[in-house]
């Protein structure tokens, strides 16, 4: 199971109902922040959520809406039990960002702190990776997507009508077929394997090749709609997307859920003039609000 709240849900100007962005995913052990705006801290107390689990730290590009929280984030981890290196990866600028922060509070902390400029795959273990692709915001700027992998089985119901036990089972699970007691057991009768998950993370960007193959298959797709679509132009010169481009994205990527999150405050009162237009394009969308959870 994976699990994203959403702490933060605004653009570059924060309302009273939503904070700068901010998303938490959680999968096992594993609690990976995406952005850290101004504030962030704050939302894990109210989401009742423990900073000090954080594994690690995605900054999709170093525009104050996305990052300003990040010192404030560190110092608390400082003055609570955190003791693991704090691992923060970003585009190309990153390093020197966190450099001067670092420099700027004078911040002296218990624990190491890991900075890598990212681009591709940047993470994988046996079961998931991370990915970034650069994105065209006027600086450097990353998307993310969490992968989950296809993972091979055994049918235990089948298994079960066998006398297979054992390291044999190992075998099994590569797809070998396997012979005992003098039996040959077909590792296609016995195994299946379960598809993977995708998580994508696009935000700020103005609309560019490069964003549909990348988010291609999602499971949850979350994405920026900072304009609506009758602001197609204003969306391009500010280098953003409408919520028509994000749900064409959705469509296009054949995603089967999209996220719209990064809400200005021009749409307070009337979130669903964007809502409505992306569910016209693409039936399955939501607008995201701070401390929402989606579950996959
Ligand atoms: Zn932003
Ligand atoms: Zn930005």
Do not use: W
Not at 13 to 37: F, K, Q, W
Not at 119 to 148: I, Q, R, W
Not at 218 to 230: R, V
Request: with cysteine.
């Amino acid at each position: 199971m994976m699990k994203v709240i959403f702490l933060g849900t605004s653009d570059a100007v924060p309302t009273a109902e939503r904070n700068h962005t901010s998303m938490l995913l959680e999968y096992n052990e594993e609690n990976i922040l995406i952005d850290c705006g101004e504030g962030t801290q704050r939302q894990f107390r109210k989401a009742k959520l423990n900073p000090c689990k954080l594994t690690r730290i995605l900054i999709t590009h170093c525009h104050g809406d996305h990052i300003l929280g990040i010192s404030g984030l560190l110092q608390t981890l400082n003055f609570s039990e955190y003791n693991k290196p704090v691992l923060i990866y970003g585009p190309k600028g990153i390093k020197e960002f966190m450099k001067l922060v670092l420099q700027t509070f004078s911040f002296q902390g218990k624990y190491q702190i890991e900075v890598k400029e990212v681009e591709g795959k940047f993470f994988e273990n046996d079961d998931f990776y991370l990915e970034a692709k650069s994105m065209t915001h006027g600086v450097p700027c990353n998307a993310y997507t969490f992968v989950k992998k296809n993972k091979i089985r055994i049918n235990k119901e089948k298994l079960k009508k066998t006398p297979l036990e054992g390291p044999i089972l190992k075998k099994l699970k590569e797809g070998k077929d396997v012979v005992y007691q003098g039996k040959k057991y077909l590792a296609k009768n016995l195994i299946y394997e379960e598809k993977g998950k995708k998580i994508s993370f696009i935000l700020d960007t103005s609309l560019n090749p490069k964003i549909v193959p990348f988010a291609k298959d999602s499971d949850l797709l979350i994405c920026e709609s900072t304009f609506d679509s009758e602001s197609e132009e204003r969306a391009k010169e500010y280098k953003h997307l409408t919520s028509n481009q994000a749900a064409e994205i959705a469509k296009k990527s054949k995603s089967k859920k999209l996220i719209l999150t990064h809400i200005s405050q021009r749409y307070s009162s009337n979130p669903k003039k964007i809502l409505d237009s992306a569910k016209k394009i693409f039936k399955n969308s939501f607008i995201a609000n701070d401390l929402d959870i989606f579950e996959i």
